[in-house]
Structure formats: C-alpha cells, structure tokens
C-alpha cells in the first residue's frame, strides 16, 4: 500500500460516526472509541483495585508539589507519612496474609503497587522499599517466628525496614558479597561483619532516617565454613540512633526520588541472635550445625533470589505506568498547541504532522502492548506464589519461566519508560522543562529504574541464559563461565542451521500465510500469522547464533571470558527478540480475545502499529537474514505511517483510556481543558 | 574480516611499545598515545583560551557542590556572582570589540564559551543569556547609540539582561510573534503591549531575579502599518522592582539550570524611547517613516535572526564538552570496576566486555568527530562576523552555509549530548544516580538543549530547506508552505532518479574504490573514500527524494500541508544525512592532515569507528537503497567490533585527551585514582 494512495487523516479532534468522510476508502472506517470500556479493559481483573489506588493518588496530589518546593528531609518525612496513610487503607499490602493486615492476594497487590507510578514515584518507591522488599523478605525468606514478631508491624508501617543487599563492590553480582555473618556457637548468635573496603552496603532505601531494621544479605560461615549468601534481620537504629556497630551514611542528593532515605551501611562486629536467620531453605541449629532442604548450594541460592522475583515484576510495571503520564501529557499538548502554518489559513495542531504522528504513536502503542505484557507476568507471579497453578504445570518450570520473563519484562518496560519519557519531554518543547508540567520528576526519579532491582544488561543476559537452556537443561544452574564451557561440549550443529537456511525456520516459515515463497506479497502486513512470524523468526535465528557463536569461539581456542566477550551483543540480541515475541503475542491475544467492536478495531491499529514498528526498526536485521527484502522493508515503513495517521483522530480517547488522573498530569497549560475526570 | 580472525584485546590498561604483544596479525601496530599532544591537536588555535578557562573552572568548581546544597535563590546569585567574576577575567566577552573590554575575537568567545561547558551549566547558561543573547543582540542588531551607552556595562556584568524572544504560544516560530511595539509619533515613543492571552515572553533568562533590561522581540506597526518582527531594549526592572507597565513572573523549578532565573515578562502600555529600536537594519524616524536598507521584509527578519546565529553554535559546543564529562567518567569507570567472573580467576573489568566496549566506545567516536565538526562550524562562524573570509567567497553564500551549518551542528550535538550522558549514566550502575557523581546534573541541565535556540526537529527543516535551495535559488526566502508549492512547480524530474539508478548518483558511485560493481568488495571498509562515498550517497538520495515526494503529492492533489506533513520524516532524515557527511568529512579531514605517527593512528581507528558505525546504525536504509549486501552489511558490524576491541587499551588516553580537569569529574568512587590533573 504506498503512501499517496491513503486518504490523508481528518485533522479534527473530534469524530461524528454518522459522517461520511470516517468512511475511508479501502473500507476501513473510523471507529468511535468507548473511552470507559478501554479502560476497563485495562483495569482487568483488578480494577476495582486499580480504582481505589488512584482515588488514593488525587487525594494526596498535593505530593507532587511537595517535591518541588520542601526542603530534602522535610519531603522525606512527607513521603513517610503519605506512605503510612496509604498502608492504613491497605492498599500496600495486598500480598500479605489477611492475619498480618494483608488482603492475601498477590495479583492485587501488584496491579496496586503498578497504578501508585501514576503519582510521585518516591512513594511508590518507598512502598516498593518496606512492602516489597523489605516486607517480602521477611514473608518469602522467614518463617512463622518472623512473620508473627514483624508482619503486622511492617504491614501497617510501625517498623520501617530496610533491604540490604546490593554493596559498592558489587551490584548485580550478588554472590560475591563481602558482608559476612559468622556463627558464634558459644553465644547462639552472629555476628555480621562488613569485610572489605568495598563492602559497604550502598543505596540502601529507608537507611538514612527511617529504617529501625534491615533484612542484610551476608555471607554465612558456620563452623569455619562458607555457606553462601543468606539474609538476616539486624537492627540499624535504636531510639533513633545508629545500633552499636552499625555505621549509617546518607547517600545524599540523588538525580531523583529524593523523597527516599537511601543510604550506606557499615557492620562492625554486630551480633544478632540466632532466629535472625531468615530461615525458609537454610538453618543453623544452635549448635552450629547448618540444615538445609536443597543440597545444591547454588540451587538455594538462586532458590532464595527467586522468592524475590516480585520486585522486579513490579519495577517493570511501574516503569510502565509512568510512561502513560508522560505520553498522555504529550499526545494532549500535541492535540492542543498550534506551530507553524502549512495550509497557509491557520497554524497546524502538532499531532497533524506526520514527524510528531511518528514520534509518539508507536510509543503510545508500546505503552498499551507494555501494559498487555506486564498483565500477563504478573498473572504469572500470582499464579506461581498463590499455588493456584494448573496441578499439571511444573512448578520448577513455571518459577524458572516467571523469572525469565520478569527480568526481560523489566528491562523492556524499564527502557521503554526511559525511552518514551524522554520523547515526550522533547515533544513539549521548552514547556516540558518546567518542573510543574511532570516531566523533570517522572525522567529524574524513573532513571534508575533501568538499573535498578538488577541492571538491565544483566537480566537479558539472564534471559538468554535460560534460552540457551532449551538447548540443554544442564545450563540451568550454571554461571556464566560455566555456561560457555558447557555451550563449547554440545553438538550445537546438531540443532542449528548447517547452511542458510535453517532448519528450526522451516516451520514457521510453514506457518507465514501462503506458506514458502510469499514473503514479499504485500496482503499479508496486517495479518498477526505474519507479524509474529517474523518475531519467531528472528527469536529462534538469534537463539541458535549465540550457541553457535559461543561453540565456534571455543572451538577455535579461545578463552571463554573473550568468547563470552564477543558474543554479548548476540546474546543480548537473542534475549530482547525472545522478549519482544512475548509482548506481541500477549498483545494480539488479548485483542484477539475482544468481542468485534469499534474499541477492537481501534486496539487492532494499535497492534498492527506495534508490531510493524517493531519490524520496522529492526527492518536491517530482517534483510541481512533474508527475511524481508527492500521493497517490502520500504513498504513496512509505509505502513506504518499510514497506520499513525489512521490512529491520529484516536489518539485523544487511546490517551484517555490509560485513565491518568487529572491530578496526576498537573501541566495545566499544556493539556488544555478537562473532558471530565478520570479517578 | 571475520571477527573470529581478530586476536582478542589486550586487557591490560596500559601498553609498552616494546612488548611484542601489541603487533598484531593484520600489521596492525598498537599505538601509544601522546596525550598532550592529542589535547593540543584538539585544543587547536585557541588552546591557551581553553586552558585559561580550564584553570578557571577549577577555580570555581565549589558551585558544583553549591548546585546541590544550595537553596534556589541562593544559588542563582552564586551563579551570578560566579559570572561576573569571571567576566572580569575577559574570558566571557572575548567576541566584543577591544574598545567595550572585549578582546575582539569571535572564534576565542566561542571556544571559551564551549569550554565553560564542562563545569557548570546554569553558569554556562547564565553567561550566554547575559554576553551572546542578550549582549550580542545588543551587539550585533543595535547601532553606535547602543553600543556606547550600554556595551560596556553589559560586558562587565553590571548591566544584566534578557533576551526576550520566545513567547508561550509560539516557540520556534518567531514571525508570529503577539507582542507589538507601536510606534507613537506625537511622543516620539513605542508603545510595547503584549497582545494575545497567549503572547507573554516565556522561558527568559535572567527575566526572574537579575535583569534590568530587555532586548525585547516584537511586532513593529508604524502609522497603522505592520514591519514585522523588530527588537527593542526596554527597561524591566528598576531599583529592582519591576518597572512600570511590566508584570514578571518567575517560571519556578525546572528539571535543570537552577541556578539560571527564567522567567515569564508581560507588557502592558510600556513606553520606551524611539532610540531604544537596536536600528542596525532599520529606523523609524522621528516623524514616523519606516526606513530599512533591506526592501524584502522577510529577508531583513532573517538578516536580523542571522546574526544571531552565535547562539546556536554555542549550544552545540556546550553540548559537545559536556558528552566528554561523562564518557570520560564512564569509561574510567569501566576501567577500574570489575563485575561477574568471565575466566574464572578475576572478575572483569566492565570495558573487557564486549557490550560494554559497544556501549561506549563509539560513543567516544562520536564525540571526537561532534569536536571537530563544531571547529568547522566555529571557524565559519568567525570567517563571517570577522570579516576574514576570502576576499573571492560570497559573503551571502557563507552566511547561509554557516546558518545551516550552525543549525544542524546544533542538533546533532545536544542530541549526542542527550544519548551519550545517558547511556554514559546507565553504564555506571546506581552509582550513577548519585548527584556527586555528576550525571545528575549533567543530565537534568543539559536536557533543554535539545529545544531551546530552536527545537532540533525544527532546525533540521530549516537545515533541509536550504539543501532544497540547490534545486532552486528561489526557494531561498519562502516559508513552508511557498516550499511546497514551489516544489510542486518545479521540473525536478530532470534532475532527480528517473529509474533506479540515480543521474547523480554516478559520480559518487565512479568515486567508490574500484569504481562500480565493487560495492561488495571487503577490502575497501576502512577506505575513507569508500565511507565518504556511503555518506554521500544517502545524503544525494534522501534530498532528491524528498523533492520528488513533494512533487508528486502535490500533482497527486493533496493540500500542500498534507504533503508536507506526510514527506516530514523523510525532510528530517535528509537534513540528518548531509549533517552527518559534514561531520564525517570534517573528521575525516582533520586527521589526514596530520603527520604520520601513532597519534594519527589512534585518531584513524575513532574515524573508522566513527564512519562504519554510521552505516551500521543506518544499514536499513543502505539495504534497501541497494548499497549493502546483508554479507557486506554483517561485515561492517564485525568491523565496528573489532574497532573496538583495538580502541579498548587506548580508551584511558583517549579520554584523557578530551583534557576534562578532574575537579570536573567529581566522582572519586567511579574514576579510580588520579594520573596527574589535567587544568
């Protein structure tokens, strides 16, 4: 379809179904968006939930300014306090146990901690800090002697904790930890002990003021012995004031989320009591006899980080929420402001040209495939820690797949707030360096979220691994340097092309509609078969590179770090492909599942937006690998065009059924009037 | 050449030439780096203003650290102060003539500018409202009247001042500007009136606290009649308060500049003197008659806006030294954090992993060459204002080259700006979050460039425009949408592609290594003609593209404004593609003029990575124009890889080069230990 053939876009805002000119030419008619039911698509399972967390947000609107004109301690403590308020309703506990305070229902907890990103993201982070981490310390890594002492006190913010993990010297790479915890026989107790100059623990939230206790990830050495890294509760401040041993350092300012204490940690000969282990997978008997239910002191580990897999669940999905902030503020501006004129009567809105039509369309569609994505990890997570799998599933393969697919949908929402924030903020010119127009709050305090709770890098680099697992299911527990070795022993050739064309490939090239020889045939670039053709395409190709890769590097006698070296973009490749796969596909079949009606015919745009923007970016890598050719790369592009202006005269009621609150975008002279508000 | 051929980096950070080790297979030789020597290569002509205002910045590098401790109005007058005291040492007024306290020398001024670049940006910002905005327009479109009653108090910094441009409802589009200045010939005076809801002064430096006047933009109406877009200097504050008729609001927190005091400026029957016209390209007389040396009113409005020009150069600049602060903390981060076991003795350092050599070093690349280019541009700058061009040269053609020149290096370096510090940030972990270790602010202030002295998209038609001028000289004065119907006038299909094969196109294709059919031949990829030749392909075809484009929708029938609405994203992309030529042709250039020796060599390996990134980045387009096999294409990826793995042990120097003072870099966790200051 080129270009000049497609009517060009109605340039009003507004749409009248009963006028002709919706009717468009090649029988696509402009549908009218139910503004209520998208949203209440979205909401889902939980919209109830989602409701009541953004009544809560408007209420305490007055946050937003709060960050800009308090001091930083006095927004600390405001932040504390919004904090405390919101737990009384309950809405930060939701994945506690009813007995505790919680609502016993892991889903709602993260469809509540997901929808708080619409407001100030130092309270969501806050929240994410006591609730999530530290609270989900206790609850996933204790057992019933901790829960009884602490959870209703965290629950209800009484005990404000900290979790500390990550040190200096090491960020992603936790097993290497210099925190250690000795076992003393003759006491019953531990004494904690940071061990190197570089073994401070570093960003920990809730450290510089609040936090009386801290869930401290260390080393265990029992009877001369290193049992790995396991956690324990220490307390970091009495009355107020540093606990003996412990040195507390404040992390000061920060680009963003100033609104949290973050903070250093030093232990210096600290002793805690034997029930301070955090003990669900591992115990020392008084004693001094370590006990544990996995052998495999990997396998514990891992076992024990897995527990934690929410937090990076609900990074990703706030990073999500933040980005409908800023690409509703955008895509209003854009529909409101007036630059330059084209026709020569009076100046063009900015959504009217194509440029800004590209700039924010497809990030809008992101937005919404993101969202689509993220309900389909955290039904994952629900399923998974609720027990309500399928009695059938594996549980070890379904933790193993929740993992995976948490890392890699944490990343990818995580880039695509960054991505989408910044775009946005450009969009508005110089009004969008304003301070009370969002967007230097949601770009400074969402920063970090690329590198926080796992730096992105590094979870993709997870992400492959357990690709690469399909190759065996020995990778499973390994580490890298073990990863390569292995990867160099197996009969790769086995599984992957010998010559061009591969042999996985033949099926779904099978699948393209009109099978083998049709690729370039133009009907097919808004049929979904095709569009994840293509995704599967290059998620397997890619797949089978990296061992490849990796096999041929150690064939040749190299060593595996510069093997390992070499192959990392591919690797980091293989995993971004497999996650895209995954969006689209959550994606289309969530549309797919629709009744037919103007809302699917809308969302399908969107798909199809998504989808062929996808390929599109990555069109270079689809002709090197035969899968495209010029043409049809230069009609993707086309296409994709055509489908921006399609969705142009949507793009109000799209924006509008991400439903951010009124409240939550401020920004008064860039969005214009209220249509009535969302809450 | 296969990456499997290239012998893995040496890992080590330092290189002695006598070790055998840095002979490569391929007759590559590792070079050792003269620092210095590179520093002066880039210092160039203007290496004593830079290393004054290295000094200087040292000197001052407190208001680092006052950025952040600071409250808002205690810090803009520390900026202030800082200002003036450095604008007693000259280095902020160097481009003003001698006898104002000037040193008379355009290229000094913007070296020294640029160079203020790497400390703080709200002082950098401050000194370009206060000496390039509101100074030059005082400067360069006022008579001897202004000069003599005001330069000298403005070089000083006694009088502080605005440039009061950009209005809310109109930020890159100057000539519809709301406020107007009417003359009143009875009181021989104009009457300033801000006259639309939307039409107050937005955004204004040194508007908020310290200005006291205002070089103010607005619509001039003599007897009834409207002139356009004239500037006036009016009073805004006296005995600081604002003065009669005028309202001052300040614009509040932004996302960064604190320390700079924008603001917004109303007038309201605000009467000023007939004098305060800065007359230099047109009068009102006493008795009311319009008088200008220029006929054509829209060539005397950009007349006027070019010898602003300055201001664009100088954002670019800053833009560009302000990317070397944060890939040289970057890279000296990568160069002592070790992260992950890869051989299974040590872990290893973040820059011996591919990925991460991915990350930066081309971004390295990239900010040598955006130094370079920014040279050309400076010097441009200079040849016209200084009246040193070549006597033979057309002083219109100059001023329209460097005008374009000027807006496109702009773009391309606050963008680069923009994604290095990003990127730049991201690769130091959470460590980067941290307000001392320079992101923070590097991010948040430099963000605004993108936008301000015109938004980068916008700049870039502006850039297109005259490149369409080459098939027309009469597209030189028209506004867009005289563009588009010109175009649609014109016989462009005799000078553009009629089949495949462009007319135009051949001479490039002849310039090709090996001449035609050799597109695929390996030996040629670190052949800077070939790379020239790729660059100036893409820019010939994108730039006839776009003209047959709107030709056709405009012969198709489309209203112009759909036309170019439709053809935007190929304008941007044709604007972007002979900027890109430029500064690889810049580069290029520079280094060929060097004497052989090992500096050449490093600097030649930053071109090739430089050049085959382009393609790389770009190889869709290259594809699909039929300029890339996928083998070729997959071949420049292996080289850009191993460019990489060779510019690895010269990273440190290469950096260090960039001569950025370590009080600059702050961050003494992330850079590791110093190697002696570079001041």
């Known amino acids: 379809m080129a270009t000049d053939t497609v009517p060009p876009s109605d340039t009003s805002d507004t749409s009248d179904p009963s006028d002709a000119s919706n009717r468009r030419g090649d029988g696509y008619v402009e549908p009218t968006v139910d503004v209520p039911a998208l949203t209440e698509l979205l909401d889902g399972r939980y919209a109830e939930v989602r409701r009541t967390v953004r009544a809560q947000l408007v209420e305490h609107a007055g946050v937003l300014v709060d960050a800009e004109e308090m001091t930083r301690p006095e927004f600390r403590d405001r932040v504390r306090d919004v904090v405390v308020e919101m737990a009384a309703t309950g809405q930060t506990a939701m994945g506690f146990p009813t007995e505790y305070g919680g609502s016993g229902d892991i889903g709602a907890s993260l469809a509540a901690f997901e929808t708080l990103a619409l407001g100030d993201l130092s309270v969501l982070v806050k929240v994410g800090v006591q609730f999530g981490l530290f609270g989900g310390a206790v609850l996933q890594l204790g057992t019933a002697r901790h829960h009884e002492r602490y959870l209703a006190d965290i629950v209800s913010g009484r005990l404000m904790g900290c979790f500390a993990m990550t040190e200096t010297g090491h960020g992603s790479n936790v097993q290497a930890l210099g925190t250690v915890a000795t076992y003393d026989a003759d006491t019953g107790e ?17 450290a510089a003021a609040h936090g009386e206790m801290a869930a401290v990830f260390a080393q265990l050495v029992v009877g001369g012995e290193s049992k790995g890294v396991h956690a324990f509760l220490v307390p970091i401040r009495v009355d107020g004031q540093p606990a003996p041993g412990v040195t507390i350092e404040d992390d000061g300012l920060k680009m963003g989320l100033n609104g949290v204490d973050n903070g250093r940690l030093w232990f210096d000969d600290v002793r805690v009591p034997r029930e301070a282990l955090l003990n669900r997978f591992a115990d020392v008997t008084e004693d001094g006899v370590y006990v544990s239910d996995i052998d495999n002191a990997n396998k514990r580990f891992f076992t024990m980080l897995g527990t934690l897999v929410q937090g990076r669940v609900c990074v990703g999905g706030a990073a999500i929420n933040a980005s409908k902030v800023a690409i509703t503020i955008a895509t209003r501006y854009a529909l409101q402001r007036r630059q330059f004129e084209a026709t020569g009567t009076e100046e063009e809105l900015l959504l009217d040209y194509g440029l800004h039509q590209r700039r924010l369309l497809p990030l809008l569609a992101r937005t919404y495939a993101m969202h689509v994505a993220q309900e389909v990890v955290a039904a994952q997570v629900h399923g998974v820690f609720s027990g309500t799998l399928d009695p ?3 549980p070890d393969l379904a933790r193993r797949e929740l993992e995976s697919r948490a890392a890699g949908t944490k990343a990818l929402g995580t880039w695509h707030a960054t991505r989408t924030i910044q775009e946005c903020r450009e969009a508005c010119g110089g009004a969008g360096y304003l301070a009370e127009n969002r967007f230097a709050a949601l770009k400074a305090d969402t920063d970090v979220f690329t590198t926080f709770e796992g730096d992105n890098h590094v979870l993709l680099q997870l992400v492959a691994k357990g690709l690469l697992t399909a190759y065996s299911s020995e990778f499973e527990e390994m580490d890298q340097l073990g990863m390569v070795r292995f990867v160099a022993g197996l009969a790769v050739e086995t599984v992957i092309e010998k010559t061009s064309v591969h042999k996985l490939l033949e ?5 393209l509609p009109g099978g083998d ?35 041929r590097g150690i064939d040749s006698g190299l060593n595996p770090g510069t093997v390992f070296s070499q192959v990392q973009d591919h690797v980091i490749a293989a995993a971004r492909a497999h996650l895209e796969r995954l969006v689209l596909e959550a994606f289309v079949e969530k549309v797919a599942t629709l009744p037919d009606g103007d809302n699917k015919v809308a969302l399908n745009l969107l798909v199809d937006l998504h989808a062929l923007g996808g390929i599109e970016a990555d069109r270079a890598w689809f002709m090197e690998h035969g899968r495209l050719t010029s043409q049809r790369s230069k009609a993707i592009s086309r296409e994709v065009s055509s489908l921006c202006r399609k969705i142009r005269p949507l793009a109000r009621d799209l924006v509008d059924g991400l439903a951010v609150p009124e409240a939550m975008l401020r920004a008064p002279e860039l969005i214009g009037a209220e249509r009535g508000s969302i809450a």
Chains 1, 2 share one sequence.
């Open 507 to 511: 099926r779904i090239k099978d699948a």
């Open 517 to 551: 020889g049709t690729w370039d045939q133009d009907a097919g670039l808004l049929d979904p078969d095709y569009q994840l053709a293509m995704y599967r395409f290059r998620e397997e190709h890619t797949i089978a590179g990296v061992a490849r890769r990796l096999k």
């Open 392 to 394: 059938d599933a594996d």
């Open 190 to 206: 531990f004494v904690v002990q940071s061990t190197r100059p570089d073994a401070w623990k570093d960003y920990i939230g809730n």
